[in-house]
């Protein structure tokens, strides 16, 4: 049996596939927003000087980076409705159930890659902010956030891509991400290769996807004038405006 | 450059009333005592030079004043108001950091290492809290820091970012910004120890035309000429204690501590 350029060329447009690799992304970009969320608060707790932040982030961070994703998922799937009756419903779907789950996983890594970008934004960041007489939560969102994601960003990109891979563990809770939508495939024809070939091209495409929209993004947080004019038009306009009305 | 209108906004409270004041102003770091009771007053449009051995507590007295941190004892009042602290029922309350937030707005500070906003433009840094504080309308908000730049003679850098500037043209832009919100006095921290000499200049020229402005100036500083052309007073500072304040001429031509011939001594 040689691979068959005919059913590769098939399955690499089957509608199936396209959609599996939806539902993988789909995860990983829920799962990622639930992490960034968790693991702000859980950095900001862990860098408090109060014991009772400090020490339930402590916890969280201990007890989902000894778990294995898998068995989260299957907590999540299955264990979770038994003592959840809420859960037993239909809005309660396996995607929603993959999300949430490595989300909470992934949450513990975010924490510390959120945690060394703050620390990593020069004291007198926070200081001049302070000095200025903004608030507390404006020298965070203003002054200090800008600064460390242009930090976090490297890192955060490659637990995006380390999540798209993380969502083919779903497939045991039987969500159709990409590579389930090839083993079915395989379990019903046995043409391994070219069933796996195309999910190896779908996972290509989507990396290769994420790392230039990655590039874009870091390039925007350059702070020359230069990148402005590239991705700020408008306001250079206005101060051109500006510069010209006197 | 002209500083033409006057940047104090108008006070008419008792001339007498200092702008900013310090009473027995204490703080110790893990038991190391770096200021042991304070008394320093500055009054309106006056401009006030502290000199002083490194390590002797003159940013941690501006630090204090700026209500960036808590004095441990003592207290601080801008126009005769308490700032930072109340006094209630004998105790001392520290107000939250959010009340401090206000109260700041009313003082201004320039460090030595700048510390502009890296991720905004130079215009930004200096709009930045009118947006965010007073709420201002983006497009207002940047007209006037445009203004500002303009009177730092930083018009034409005004889309550049701090890393494209000079050190010189970053400290006069962090000067831009810390008068934004046309505070009643402004403290500088060592405003250029940081620069190459050949950029020292243009952030004094800054300074000097401030002061001619009327604005009430607190300056630590190496610059002893600055000081003796500029302030109306000069201070020094040693073991975090006040140890001489005479006016400029009496200060270097006539000191009357030991510690102050000694230290003029070795700066000039
Ligand atoms: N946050 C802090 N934690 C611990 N010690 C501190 C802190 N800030 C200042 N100190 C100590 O307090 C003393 C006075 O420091 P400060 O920075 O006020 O001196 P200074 O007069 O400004 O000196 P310089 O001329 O070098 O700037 C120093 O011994 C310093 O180590
Ligand atoms: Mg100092």
Redo the contacts with the bound molecule.
Sequence with gaps: MLFDPQIFLEQLVNPAYLWGAFLSVGVAVFSLLIATVIGFFLALGRTSKKLFLVAPSHAYVWFFRALPALLVLLIMWNALPQLLPALRSDWYTPFLAASIGLGLVEAAFMAEIIRSALSSVDEGQALAGRALGLKPASVMIKVVLPQAIRTALPPTGNEFIGLIKYSSLASVISLRELLTTAQVGVNITFRYAEYYTVAIIYYLVIVTIITVVQSRVERKFLWTSKSVKRVDRTSRTSLNQLEEQK | MSLDKPVAPDRSENESTPTLQVKNLHKA??G?E?LKGVEFAINRGQVKAIL??????????LRLMALLEPADDGAVFLDGLQIGTSNSKGKTIHHSEGKLAVERRDIGMVF?RFNLFPHLSALDNVALALISVQSIKRSDARETAFRLLERVGLADRASHFPSELSGGQQQRVAIARALVLKPHVMLF??PTSALDPELVGEVLEVMEDLAASGMTMIV?THETRFARRVANEVTL?DSGVIVEQAEPNEFFENPQHERTKRFLSHVH
């Design positions: 770091y893990n190391n770096v002083g051995p490194s390590g002797s507590g003159k940013s941690t007295m030595q921290d060592e630590v500072f």
